[in-house]
């Protein structure tokens, strides 16, 4: 597998054509989207092509140019969020992280993501911005359905059967629950998607707003007792 976004260009058919798949390795298609505009990294996005999600990959390719199109492995894809924050970006979109080869080599400390020339081996942040916003629940539901078919690697699985690599609020508020009483309670509008990945970060972060909680609370009956006193 080769880490990070790649220029895809295999096509099949007429006209615009449909991109073909590895059948010999059980790839199939799961979703088809026209009208998908791309953006990479900072860089404006791209002229609206057809977005399509098949069970290893995400592949983009241009309604106008048959030899333009993107595609990055589900792998490669550590968070993938809806995003409608119009100060996080002016249109609603699919969010993605991509995990890169650089990444893998800090030395260089160099970013080609708004540079002229594009390097696709250094793009780190995708977006899918689709004509229809309203499709974007469905397209996040598809994401996550191919997500859980491509679990990360893990070097415990020998140990343990693997682990649970996709994990959201209501998992992580869950797991909380089994060992101790929990005040805390997810917001569905601070969840913005799935992680591949970092499940230990996750934890720790839940664990940090747990004992913020009890920390308001004890804080707020020490006041009233405070207040009762004076009574």
């Known amino acids: 597998m080769v880490l990070g976004l790649r220029e895809f260009s295999q096509r099949t058919g007429d006209g615009a054509g449909e991109p073909v798949l590895d059948a010999d390795n059980g790839e199939e298609l799961m ?4 009208g998908v505009a791309i953006a990479l990294g900072g860089r404006t996005p791209e002229a609206p092509g057809t977005l399509y999600i098949s069970t290893h990959q995400v592949m983009w390719l241009s309604d106008v140019d048959r030899n333009k199109g993107y595609a990055v492995d589900f792998l490669s894809i550590s968070l993938h969020a809806v995003s409608r924050d119009p100060e996080a970006y002016p249109s609603p979109c699919i969010y ?3 995990e890169t080869a650089a990444d893998e ?4 400390g160099s970013d080609s993501e708004c540079d002229e020339t594009l390097d696709l081996s250094k793009v780190k942040e995708m977006r899918l911005v689709p004509s229809d916003p309203n499709q974007l629940d469905t397209l996040f539901e598809v994401f996550c359905e191919c997500a859980e078919l491509n679990p990360e690697p893990s070097e415990e699985e020998g140990e343990g059967g693997g682990h649970d690599w996709v994990f959201s609020a209501d998992s992580m ?10 005040d805390w309670h997810s917001n569905p509008m601070t969840s913005i998607g799935y992680s591949n990945g970092e499940h230990e970060l996750a934890q720790n972060v839940l664990e940090l707003q747990i004992h913020d909680q009890r920390f308001e609370d004890a804080e707020e009956m020490e006041h009233q007792e405070s207040n009762s006193g004076h009574h």
């Open 31 to 34: 979703h088809v989207q026209p």
């Open 96 to 98: 993605a992280q991509i």
């Open 105 to 108: 080599d800090r030395s260089d």
């Open 173 to 182: 508020e869950h797991e909380a629950g089994e060992g101790e009483d929990s």
